[in-house]
């Protein structure tokens, strides 16, 4: 019996855990960015570019969205895990990228606690048929093998029932504040029109000194700080059975 109270304990403790807040990112270099721009061969037309400040912290978003339909919003866009695959297909790109399983739906008020991915959640939706806006965002990593970096992945948007109305791949290229229009590389139609290739566009950077830190640590030390929390209450807990 003890030991069965002791294993619920420990179980609920573990799983009110594993989330944690999103860790700011330093160290963005800022010579660099990553655009994915919708291709022309669909109704919705439009781009982000998304590259980090001279501080290197955090990045700078920019979005022009035109075209989206008049009804069926408000509209959500969003950064999926995956990139969009060769036949252009929206429903390819997976989840969101939430690599420290952040709060659904996002509050607002508490961006670190939303999934990293989740821009209109953060930064709010698209309630008519245009939007141009720029903010920063403090939790995306220009930098590969980050957990939050933003590269060979895709940007999506999305009506109000959740359905993927439009998509592209992200494509790397140099000068942090570049924008204009692309080769169409890595970029993808919706399901069922025609659209670019998933190329990445090129090399994700390799620079010293460019890896970002990240306050606080990452999930990992996060989660080793949790367990250990987790046994002194389960040691606690079982000397009171005993």
Known sequence: ????????????LVVTTSA???????????????????????????EILIFAP???????????LQNLPTTGGPF???IHALPVNSTGSCESTGGHLDPY?????CNTPTPASCQVGDLSGKHGTVPYSSLVTNYGDAYLSLVADTPAFIGNRSF???????????CANFVFHNGGGYSGPGSGAGSAAPTGSVGGGNSTGGTAPSKTGAVPSFTPMGAASVMGGAVGGVLGIVAAVGAALL
């Not at 294993?7 to 609920?12: I, P, Q, W």
């Not at 944690?20 to 439009?46: E, K, L, M, R």
């Not at 001279?54 to 022009?64: L, P, R």
């Not at 399983?101 to 739906?105: I, L, N, R, S, V």
């Open 1 to 12: 019996m003890r030991s069965a109270v002791l294993l619920s304990v420990a179980s609920a």
């Open 20 to 46: 944690t807040d999103a860790p700011d990112v330093t160290g963005n270099p800022s010579n660099i960015g990553y655009t994915a721009i919708i291709p022309s061969s669909g109704p919705i037309s439009g």
């Open 54 to 64: 001279n501080t290197g912290n955090g990045a700078t978003v920019q979005v022009n």
């Open 76 to 78: 959500a866009y969003h």
């Open 101 to 105: 399983t952040g709060t659904t739906p």
């Open 156 to 166: 999506v948007v999305h009506d109000a029932s959740g359905a993927r109305i439009a």
